[in-house]
């Protein structure tokens, strides 16, 4: 099957959601709390209306799964899982690290990524089994084959608070064997980073699909390994994700390894 023709339209409705967020960038007039630590702007509103409005007008039967509105449902097997805006946080603080992340699943199954970051201009974009691009150039992941010797990016959920001893366990040991650990507020661009081989390895606990859908299926065409913690198959319902170049993926598994009472946490 075609699915170029649904990556066309990804991309259109990453860069008029752009157009939005850039418009809005240093112009926030409403910032809402969602949760203790987790904000909304209109900017991400907007950004959503923007995209829906965008895949509807070319494919109104379709499903679509967003961060603001849920999941709207279709009378096809196709569903798009939409972040309007990946990094609410840095945008509401004029961090210029966010982006727009859009997938698309056909019968469950992955098929198309479409990350953009408005800022600098990046596009990345993947169709399954066709490999992964960034701004229409082949990209794949890094040859760094130890930890020690890769530089690793990670992000801390909204609510870290609660699990504040697994969080801090992970990435204190992941911390001491690797030549680094960054945290940059986007896990959609994380993502995109280890398919690109900036960074050798992410990982993450308690995302939502639109986290990781589009950057997952990104890195996997790029040559990435995408599992759990636990080295079971990815899907976006998952809560954790562990996406690595491969060579270094049963090292991060082991110091992904929690134990309290004996017991995985």
């Known amino acids: 099957m075609d699915f170029n023709p649904f990556k ?24 809402q709390k969602k949760a203790a630590m987790e904000i909304v702007t209109e900017a991400d509103i907007e950004s959503e209306k923007q995209i829906i409005s965008t895949i509807h007008g070319r494919f109104p039967d379709h499903a679509v799964l967003s961060e603001e509105c849920g999941l709207k449902t279709g ?13 609410t946080v840095n945008f509401a603080h004029q961090v210029p690290f ?37 701004n229409g150039h082949n990209i794949q992941t890094s040859s760094t084959r130890a930890v020690l010797e890769s530089l690793l990016v990670t992000g801390f959920p909204y ?17 001491k064997a690797s030549q680094a650990v960054r945290r940059l507020g986007s896990a959609a661009l994380d993502l995109c980073y280890v398919a690109c081989g900036r960074f050798d390895g ?53 110091l992904l390894e929690i134990k309290e009472n004996g017991k995985e946490i």
């Open 98 to 134: 966010f982006c727009i992340s859009i997938a698309l699943t056909y019968r469950e199954d992955l098929v198309v990524g479409v990350i953009l970051n408005p800022v600098d201009g990046e596009l990345f974009t993947a169709l399954r089994g066709q490999g992964a691009q960034l």
């Open 202 to 254: 992410f990982w993450e606990q308690n995302l939502k699909p639109w986290d990781t859908a589009a950057g997952a299926l990104i890195a996997a065409e790029a040559g990435a390994t995408v599992t759990t913690f636990s080295n079971q198959p990815y899907t976006p319902e998952k809560k954790e994700i562990l996406v690595t170049n491969g060579h270094i993926h049963e090292e991060m598994l082991g």
């Open 8 to 31: 066309q339209t990804a991309i259109a409705a990453a860069y008029k959601s752009a157009k939005v967020l850039q418009s809005r960038y240093g112009n926030i007039s409403r910032i």
């Open 75 to 87: 009378s096809s097997e196709y569903k798009w899982i939409i972040d309007p805006l990946d990094g």
């Open 159 to 175: 609510n870290v608070r609660e699990l504040f001893e697994p969080i801090i366990g992970r990435y204190g040991n992941c911390l």
